[in-house]
């Protein structure tokens, strides 16, 4: 790889299920680095030991493969600028905390908690933003070697360069611009030795040659003070592009409330990969035609010029829509294994081909998995008509599926022709003709185009129904006759 490839990540903390709102982060840079040729890179920024666990970092990585969201760089993949775990680079972060303080770019601070809420708080109240007032900014190295020797734990702080600006590109937002003297000195190393999120992640993006960084607008104000921590050590700093959040219907940000589901509960409800790509995609970026498309076409179509900067809104329908495209989309092995993932099991006497048949028959109809297995129960299983389907039936009544039987004795032709002398024999038109021949065939009231049942269904089979609504019928009305 050249020094010059496009390289993007996605550095998720790993203390908890991925939901939609990173995803759509991850997707982001997914398609940046895929529309570019460039490098995708994982990263697990597992330094806060308390919150992460190893099993959310697996599930992760099984939800981004379950998405096809490869990546080329990073843990189980290839990549010469590992570890990929930030619990594992510590060394690397103690080198460059030692570098700042070398420098004095960096200083230990002995405040304690409630002396700096104290200044806070005076600061806020004389209608100053709340910023470090420097105590520890500039001790006598001796009175820092007592209070270290004497137990007391410091943090390191930043020290930010007085009088300067801090400005950057922003990849969504343009150009940004900050006086350091707004920022004051931050903490860079916590008092018990843990690292500041910000400061890994920036030193990270740097060794590890990202490029680009997409990522949520609450990052927005961490750039200006990771952008100083990266030049005060003379590294490489990424492009940032702050994407506009995900919120729900009432515009707070997205939450459970609104209907926002893991990638595990999308995955188990039955949602196909490429639904929630190609709705994720279009959150917040806006696609020039409204089709569905496979992620090489996401790709190829993405740029960074159509991000927006208003808030995306997610709306729950939307995915709907998406997974019925994607269900139109999907080729039969990839609906037969996401039937049979789902717990369906094609009746004996319905092999494979015929299983593959079927599903092609009814996927104009289905949007989840049981939908599916209900189809394929109604047309390879015996027919069980519901309360609505038995009204149907009765309606016609046992006279009309008679009519109907001895016509199909003579019948070789297209289903048109067959519903035709059935009409004219019966006098039923329209919807009571079409009807009942529905649901005794199909099984249910609204369906696939009936020409396709039927040709499915083959002879043998057609007759068996008719000969089943018949029995329904003569069964209710000899019922209805001892009444
Ligand atoms: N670990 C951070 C998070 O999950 C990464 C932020 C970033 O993308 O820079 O929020």
Redesign the pocket.
């Known amino acids: 790889m050249s020094e010059s490839t496009l390289k993007t ?5 790993p ?1 908890g299920e991925i939901h939609l709102g ?1 995803l759509r ?1 991850a997707l982001f840079n997914y398609l940046l680095a895929a529309s570019r040729g460039g490098v995708f890179l994982l ?1 697990i ?1 597992d330094t806060d030991a308390e919150r992460s666990r190893g099993e959310h970092a697996q599930a992760l990585m099984r939800d981004l493969r379950w998405l096809g969201l490869r990546w080329q760089e990073g843990p189980e993949a290839d990549g010469e600028r590992g570890p990929y775990y930030q619990a594992q680079r510590g060394a690397i972060y103690a080198r460059y905390y030692q570098a700042l303080e070398t420098a004095g770019a960096a200083y230990p601070c002995f405040c304690s908690d409630t002396a700096l809420q104290l200044a806070r708080k005076a600061q806020r109240s004389a209608g100053q933003p709340p910023r470090y007032a420097g105590t520890c900014a500039h001790l006598p190295a001796e009175e820092v070697r007592r209070r270290l020797a004497a137990g007391e734990r410091p943090t390191l702080r930043f020290r930010v360069p007085a009088g300067g600006q801090v400005e950057f590109n922003d990849l969504v937002r343009g150009p940004q611009r900050y006086n350091s003297d707004d920022i004051g000195d931050f903490i860079i190393r916590r008092s018990d030795g843990t690292a500041a ?2 400061f890994c ?1 920036a030193i990270d ?1 740097a060794l590890m040659a990202v490029t680009h ?4 607008e ?2 927005l104000s ?1 750039t200006p003070r ?1 952008l100083l921590i990266l030049q005060a050590l003379e590294l490489d700093a990424p492009a ?1 592009g702050h994407v506009s959040l995900l919120v729900g219907e009432d515009a707070s940000p997205l939450s459970k409330r609104h209907g926002s589901l893991s990638v595990r509960q999308l995955r188990e409800m039955g949602y196909l990969p490429t639904a929630i790509l190609n709705y994720l995609a279009r959150l917040g970026h806006s696609y020039g035609d409204d089709s569905y498309a496979e992620p090489e076409r996401l790709a190829a179509q993405f740029d960074l010029e159509r991000l927006g900067k208003a808030p995306a809104r997610f709306d729950p329908s939307q995915l709907r829509h998406w997974q019925k495209e994607a269900v139109q989309a999907a080729d039969s092995e990839t609906l037969l294994g996401w039937f049979r993932e789902a717990g369906g099991v094609l009746p004996a006497g319905c092999d494979a081909a015929r299983g593959l048949a079927v599903l092609d028959l009814v996927r104009d109809n289905v949007e989840m998995p049981q939908d599916i297995v209900d189809w394929v129960s109604r047309l390879c299983g015996e027919p069980r008509p519901g309360e609505a389907e038995g009204r149907v039936l009765l309606a016609a009544g046992s006279a009309f599926f008679a009519a109907s039987l001895s016509l199909l004795a003579d019948s070789s032709g297209a289903f048109r022709e067959f519903a035709a002398a059935v009409g004219k024999q019966t006098g039923a038109r329209g919807k009571a003709l079409y009807m009942p021949l529905r649901v005794a065939l199909s099984g249910a009231v609204h369906g696939p185009e009936m020409g396709r049942i039927w040709d499915w269904l083959g002879r043998d089979a057609c007759r068996e129904r008719l000969q089943a609504a018949l029995d329904y019928c003569r069964g209710a009305e000899a019922h209805a006759e001892t009444v």
């Open positions: 990540r996605f550095a998720p903390s203390s990173n982060t990263r920024e999120f910000f992640n993006d960084v997409l990522r949520g609450d990052h961490n990771q940032y």
